[in-house]
């Protein structure tokens, strides 16, 4: 269902707008009704266990419907049982990163694998899109193998940065991130093309 | 609540209504003393909040001065943000509420006064010296320490680590000592306890006859216990406070293991901070600091909303062995969920985070969802009600988890977290509309049921200014958690700094409605010291004339609390 976090967020921004609209006005009706003298009837009995059942489903169908219709889940739940098209091994130590020789690209639709290594402090490893929103990430613990398996979908140009907090030294004293790195990863456009998420790039 | 007729305002702002310090037991005096500090703690995390909030607006402030987005400036005001927030002002809040309910829940005297009045020092005094190793010596690992982060005097210094590792500890001393003088009167046999024993209390600490009690019912049974030794809110105060002894330890823990590096390095010595595998570190301490967040708060909550009804509506408690049970549940939810923090952590086992970080954690969703609906139809089988600056605030406190709790749940999934984890949207959509709009809004609608009770009725000075601190504090709250929020969905990280200005469309929105929480306390305070007075605010400091550790019960009546 979903190819794109993009697409992923759009949705997800939708469903909790709706539920915190309904949400907000059943406690508002509810606190309405509460101060009424005439004992207004119910509109609707809403019985015990199914409520204790819609709960249930609500908690437990979540990640069903998330494993069925985000693609990144079961892969990366079976990362170490696939091949990789590409892998790119990053290093990380002092706020600053080593990126690979030869610029990181790929083909869209490509499964990508990125292995980053950090010798000091907990990083995040982060890819942005140009226009800020964050395509993924994780987190790159010190003295362990973080590995991601990626398939990109969308194709342009993205920018990295750590995601977590490594201390003040990530940031000149003008406050600038020093461990942003433009255009650190390049997608080729595929036939695939579903979604070009940086228009102005791939333009 | 009656509003006063006013007098002169400096006569008013020295003498308050009818507020008499002097008529205060030691019990009143210790409550309102956490209380005050409390909320003078609130006052600096809301203005620390929107320090932050304007420093992300980027190049649109002209009138912040440049010294908050320094980037060791900017990140010890998030450092100490939290500290001062949860245990400087929550903790405080809830330790004053609990020392003086269950004392009046039980009808039996608080176990030492001395005690409650070391826990408020201990607590104000770490909080206070956290906040000074950050203001001074930018000691800013963040709340979180992931090792070996605050071991790193390449980027801090030793002393300010130093003294925030006391600080902290300091509170959890603190902590400690809530927790012994809350067990110590639970378990003392006087009153009306004077017949139970230790292992029917510790059941109904529990839940267990709760739990036993709906077996029974199934199997066709007698009840298994008919009158409870523990009232329904103890429960959930007894409950909660096995997660705050927990939570204790493992910071008290964590704050050891920083302060014995830092110590090393201040001798020279070359230690490896590598020795500490930092995944185990980092489930270590997720584990304790998780039962703060979906340990104590929602248990404390859920008994805070269970009292609330009883005692607005004056009715018996709908479904109460469901209550019960449910808490009894949530000891084992809450221990089992801290996995939910390490999704994005690859090295992280795959069954543990499908486990404990998605099942056993969506299982809140069950344990807080039969809180509010317990709640919900306590109230509603007692309608009419009038609309009284209690109930909006609980109901306010409903809306608050109402909101939260599923922000929550939906990012503690594999998929959504991946482009969730570590934004705003779980910073401000889940925690700060839980805590701001959610926990306080319950402690606000507490303060004014135990109002009376504490102060010996004394008048407030306005209900036009608590109506005004209601709707200024819920449409604040709110607007700035969905605002920000909203900015991380477009990205937007919560633990870092932006200087030019990308996400300023929200931050400003977010900074609007964050000024209005601000506002909202600040007329809160008002109301409040023209109710007491400047002269009854000192006078909560002085010595009681009158020892008594209880609240509506003779003393003499009853033996003195052994625990």
Redesign the interface.
């Known amino acids: 269902m979903f190819q794109t ?1 993009l697409e ?2 759009k949705f ?2 939708m469903a ?1 707008t709706i ?2 609209l309904l ?2 006005s059943v ?1 508002v009706w ?2 309405w ?5 005439e ?1 207004v009837k119910s509109v609707v009995r809403i019985p ?1 266990y199914g ?2 059942a819609f ?2 489903a ?3 169908g ?2 069903i419907f ?2 069925n ?2 693609p ?2 079961e892969q ?2 079976k990362r170490h049982d696939i091949t990789p098209d590409k892998k790119f091994e990053i290093e990380v130590a002092k706020h600053r990163w080593t990126l690979p020789a030869e610029p990181m690209k790929a083909k869209q639709g490509q499964k990508i694998a990125f292995e980053v290594r950090s010798s ?3 990083y ?1 490893f ?1 890819l ?2 140009k ?9 790159v ?8 398996l990626w398939t990109f979908h969308e194709c342009g140009k993205f920018d990295l940065t750590s ?9 000149d ?5 020093k461990m942003l790195v433009k255009d650190a990863l390049e997608i080729e456009c595929g036939p695939e093309t579903r979604v070009a998420m940086n228009e102005k790039e791939v333009k | 609540m009656q509003t006063v007729e006013k007098k002169g305002f400096v006569r008013q702002l020295i003498h308050g209504t009818d507020f008499d310090a002097d008529s205060l037991s030691a019990l009143q005096k210790v409550t309102l003393r956490a209380v005050v500090m409390s909320f003078l703690f609130f006052g600096l995390v809301a203005i620390e909040g929107m320090i932050m909030r304007v420093v992300q607006t980027g190049p649109t402030n002209s009138f912040l001065p440049k010294m908050f987005g320094v980037p060791e400036h900017y990140f010890s005001i998030m450092t100490v943000h939290p500290i001062v927030g949860i245990f400087g002002s929550t903790y405080q809040l809830v330790f004053a509420a609990f020392m003086f309910l269950v004392p009046y829940l039980t009808k039996k005297p608080l176990y030492s006064v001395k005690l409650a009045n070391f826990v408020w020092l201990c607590i104000t005094i770490g909080t206070a010296l956290a906040w000074f190793a950050g203001f001074i010596w930018h000691y800013a690992p963040l709340y979180t320490l992931y090792w070996p982060l605050p071991a790193d005097v390449e980027q801090f210094s030793i002393i300010g680590g130093f003294v925030f590792v006391v600080g902290v500890a300091l509170i959890m001393i603190g902590t400690l000592g809530f927790i012994y003088n809350i067990y110590a009167t639970i378990f003392a046999r006087t009153g009306i306890h004077a017949n139970k024993t230790t292992k029917e209390l510790l059941i109904s600490g529990f839940g267990i006859d709760g739990l036993m009690n709906l077996i029974h019912k199934l199997l066709g049974k007698k009840p298994y216990s008919k009158e409870p030794a523990l009232s329904l809110p103890v429960v959930a105060i007894f409950r909660g406070t096995v997660d705050t002894f927990l939570d204790a330890l493992v910071i008290l823990g964590a704050g050891i293991l920083v302060l014995i590096y830092l110590i090393a390095f201040s001798g020279g010595a070359d230690w490896n901070v590598h020795a500490v595998d930092s995944l185990l570190y980092k489930n270590f301490f997720w584990w304790g600091l998780d039962l703060v967040a979906d340990g104590l708060v929602l248990i404390y909550v859920a008994g805070s909303w269970y009292l609330l009804a009883t005692l607005i509506t004056g009715q018996k408690l709908f479904m109460e062995n469901v209550a019960r049970a449910a808490l009894l549940l949530e000891l084992f939810v809450s221990w089992m969920v801290w996995s939910h923090h390490l999704l994005a952590d690859q090295p992280q086992p795959e069954m543990m985070k499908l486990v404990s970080g998605e099942m056993v954690t969506a299982f809140e969703l069950l344990t807080q969802g039969l809180a509010l609906f317990i709640t919900l139809v306590t109230l509603w089988k007692a309608r009419p009600l009038k609309m009284s600056p209690e109930l909006a605030y609980l109901l306010g406190g409903l809306v608050g988890f109402g909101l939260a709790v599923p922000a929550g749940i939906i990012q503690a999934d594999m998929g959504l977290n991946r482009v969730l984890h570590n934004t705003q949207w779980i910073s401000f959509a889940h925690f700060h509309i839980a805590l701001i709009v959610g926990l306080y809004m319950t402690l606000y609608s507490a303060l004014y049921v135990l109002w009376p009770l504490v102060t010996n009725n004394t008048k407030l000075f306005s209900k036009k200014l608590t109506w005004a601190h209601f709707w200024l504090y819920l449409i604040g709250g709110v607007g700035m958690g969905a605002f920000a929020g909203m900015a991380g969905l477009d990205g937007m990280l919560r633990r870092h700094l932006y200087v030019n200005g990308e996400f300023s469309g929200w931050m400003i929105l977010a900074a609007i409605f964050g000024s209005m929480v601000l506002l909202a306390w600040f007329l809160f305070l008002y109301n409040i010291v023209m109710s007491i007075g400047l002269k009854g605010l000192v006078g909560i400091f002085m010595p009681a004339k009158d020892d008594v550790a209880s609240y509506g019960i003779d003393e003499e009546t009853a033996a003195p609390a052994k625990a």
Not at chain 1, 131 to 139: A, E, F, N, S
Not at chain 1, 173 to 177: F, I, L, N, T, V
Request: no cysteine.
């Open positions: 976090s992923l967020l997800h921004w909790y539920y915190a949400i907000v406690i509810f606190g009704n509460l101060t009424r003298k004992r015990f409520y204790i709960l249930v609500g908690g437990v979540h990640h998330t494993y219709t985000i990144w889940v990366d739940i000091d402090l907990t995040g982060g942005f899109r226009d800020g929103t964050l395509v993924l990430q994780m987190q613990l010190p003295k362990h193998d973080n590995y991601m995601t977590e907090y490594s201390g003040p030294d990530e940031y004293e003008a406050g600038h991130d």
